[in-house]
């Protein structure tokens, strides 16, 4: 799977928003970022929905972190922004599932699954706080 901009933006968007000491609005966030204002907001409230960003209304208003960096961890952030797990091949998590239909017989099918799970554990281990 390669990772959407929507990903990268989501990403980029938290590190900017770790280091500041208030809430940071979606106009300041989008010119340093350099991307549309209107598809960042979209970005931020799913975050916010979701409990990783709080959004305050006002003249200070903005988004903050709801979690310390140490709490949120990449593999949240992508499914939540991605609306998926995170699946680098089209192979199912089981030889029941297979979309082939030759989950019985694959021979790369215990590769591809060890290989995921390396995936899964790497970015569920992984913080915000790691990556500040």
């Given at each position: 799977?390669?990772?959407?901009?929507?990903?990268?933006?989501?990403?980029?968007?938290?590190?900017?928003?770790?280091?500041?000491?208030?809430?940071?609005?979606?106009?300041?966030?989008?010119?340093?970022?350099?991307?549309?204002?209107?598809?960042?907001?979209?970005?931020?409230?799913?975050?916010?929905?979701?409990?990783?960003?709080?959004?305050s209304r006002?003249?200070?208003?903005?988004?903050?972190?709801?979690?310390?960096?140490?709490?949120?961890?990449?593999?949240?952030?992508?499914?939540?922004?991605?609306?998926?797990?995170?699946?680098?091949?089209?192979?199912?998590?089981?030889?029941?599932h297979c979309?082939?239909?030759?989950?019985?017989?694959?021979?790369?099918?215990?590769?591809?699954?060890?290989?995921?799970?390396?995936?899964?554990?790497?970015?569920?281990?992984?913080?915000?706080?790691?990556i500040l």
């Open positions: 799977m390669l990772l959407t901009r929507a990903s990268e933006y989501a990403l980029l968007s938290l590190l900017l928003i770790a280091k500041q000491d208030g809430p940071e609005d979606v106009d300041t966030l989008s010119k340093r970022l350099g991307i549309s204002r209107s598809f960042l907001a979209k970005i931020l409230q799913l975050l916010a929905r979701k409990g990783i960003l709080k959004s006002g003249a200070k208003g903005g988004f903050s972190l709801n979690k310390k960096p140490s709490e949120i961890s990449i593999k949240t952030l992508i499914e939540v922004v991605e609306k998926k797990p995170i699946v680098v091949f089209e192979c199912s998590r089981d030889t029941a979309p082939s239909g030759k989950g019985d017989f694959c021979t790369i099918w215990p590769f591809l699954s060890k290989f995921q799970n390396k995936i899964d554990d790497f970015f569920k281990e992984m913080t915000l706080k790691d």
